[in-house]
Each structure stands twice: as C-alpha cells, then as structure tokens.
C-alpha cells in the first residue's frame, strides 16, 4: 500500500485491515469486508467496519482509566497538532528516565518516542510480547514534566509481562491530562521536529478513537 504524501511528510498511522495486530485481552479481532460491490453487481461498494475503539493508531482519553475522566470528544484540538518531536530511543527493553532526561523535556511538548518496535510490532499479524514500553518512573517523568501528548510505535505503552504496568502506566499519564498515542508507525521516521496533525475520530464520550496521523518538517 502507497500513501501520496508530499516530501517530507509521513504518514504515521497504521492501516486498518483484515488481520491485524490486537491485543491479547481484546475482545474480538477487527473485522473489515465490502457490504456490497459495484464489481459484484450492487448499485454502490460499501464497507463493514467493526472494532474497538483502541484498533491501530488511536490516541487513549482519561476516561479509558479515569472513573469520570475527560473523553474523546472532551479532548482539545491542539493536543494533538502542533510542533511534536521524534526521539529514538537506544534501550532495547524499556523508556528510562536515564535516557530522556537528556533531552531537555519541556512542560507542553507533544513527545513521539521511536524504539526498536518500529516496524515489527505494528506489522505482525500476531500480537509480539517482547516490545519496549515506558516504565513506571519514566512516566511518573514526563508526566511532572506536564507534557501534553506522549507517542509510542505499540498498540499499547505499559508492560505486557510487568503486572499493573499497563494500569499504573495509563493512569499516571492519564490523571496528569497527557494524551497517549498509541501504535504510532514510526520506523521510516528520522528522529528531530515535525509538526504533528493527527484527530481521532469524534466519538461522543468515547474513551479512545481512531485516528489518522501526519508528520511533516516545520518550515
């Protein structure tokens, strides 16, 4: 698949399709087929979708660990446009404060971290469980730092294997109003500034949503 992008740019969003990567606990896995086809004789070609609200890129609310917290359609527009910056990080397991500290993290910042789980975790039709993730005092971290979004190249930011790393993870970003962007295809993507324009789709009180997400240089 080709996405047409001006140069420079780059799509970041993971497409959605049949047999994709979900995680283990989800419910079902997304579904998409042609409800009828032009080809097939039908008058117009429409689409089924059917999937949870966290399938491919899709940036996670408060609400979605938050008893009463703030939804998707709460969310302020400019959580997720504006100046961004993709950092790579070197640690083959885990987001540590030891590596990002370095990097003169400001209150505000939009915040992409590239790791080694670009391509693979995002690309394999099965759910891979030795992926980088942040742990628990990097979060603590960014989230003092009063960041306004965070970014990671998983379908998820927590732990796998860690118990109470996904909850503890979400929920310290989540109660400090970070936006997390989850599952962000980051692997062709040098590290440096972008200016990130990325919505999620407008669901009433939704807890998460779909979204389509861009990077281009800022001029």
């Given at each position: 698949m080709a996405v047409i992008a001006p140069k420079g740019w780059y799509d970041i969003s993971v497409p959605l399709k049949q047999n994709m990567t979900k995680f283990p606990s989800d419910?079902?896995?997304f579904k998409v087929y042609r409800l009828s086809d032009v080809a097939l004789g039908a008058k117009v070609t429409m689409s089924m979708i059917e999937m949870i609200s966290h399938t491919g890129t899709h940036i996670d609310a408060p609400l979605h660990f938050i008893p009463g917290?703030?939804?998707?359609?709460?969310?302020?527009?400019?959580?997720?446009?504006?100046?961004?910056?993709?950092?790579?990080?070197?640690?083959?397991?885990?987001?540590?404060?030891?590596?990002?500290?370095?990097?003169?993290?400001?209150?505000?910042e939009r915040l992409l971290f590239k790791t080694r789980n670009s391509p693979l975790t995002y690309t394999s039709e099965t759910f891979v469980e030795d992926y980088v993730y942040f742990d628990i005092p990097?979060?603590?971290?960014?989230?003092?730092?009063?960041?306004?979004m965070v970014g990671l190249d998983n379908i998820t930011?927590?732990?796998?294997?860690?118990?109470g790393s996904l909850t503890q993870t979400h929920t310290i970003f989540l109660r400090a109003g970070v936006y997390i962007l989850e599952d962000c295809a980051l692997g062709d993507v040098p590290p440096?500034?972008?200016?990130?324009?990325?919505?999620?789709?407008?669901?009433?009180?939704?807890?998460?949503?779909?979204?389509?997400a861009i990077l281009r240089p800022l001029k």
């Open positions: 419910p079902t896995p917290g703030s939804t998707i359609s709460d969310m302020s527009l400019d959580a997720t446009i504006g100046p961004a910056r993709v950092i790579e990080i070197k640690d083959k397991q885990k987001i540590r404060v030891a590596e990002i500290e370095k990097y003169d993290i400001k209150k505000g990097a979060a603590e971290y960014l989230a003092e730092k009063k960041v306004r930011i927590g732990s796998f294997k860690e118990p440096g500034d972008y200016e990130l324009l990325c919505l999620p789709l407008l669901m009433y009180n939704g807890d998460a949503g779909p979204s389509r």
